[in-house]
């Protein structure tokens, strides 16, 4: 999840309206959901080297 909201904010294509941009916010969110659900969590560490790899 971090990573993909690193990659949406990093991303200056504008050609995707504001409805494609939140269609994907929400599908990465309901993948954080549920990766939270199953227990498929990174410890804040973990997120930050991720981001840090971008």
């Known amino acids: 999840m971090v990573m ?3 990659q949406v904010t990093k991303t200056h294509d504008t050609s995707g309206s504001l409805n494609d941009m939140m269609d994907i916010l929400f ?3 309901d993948e954080a959901i549920d990766d939270l659900e199953h227990g498929r969590v990174q410890t804040i560490d973990e997120a930050w080297e991720e981001i840090d790899a971008l």
């Open 27 to 29: 599908e990465k969110l």
């Open 4 to 6: 993909a909201l690193a």
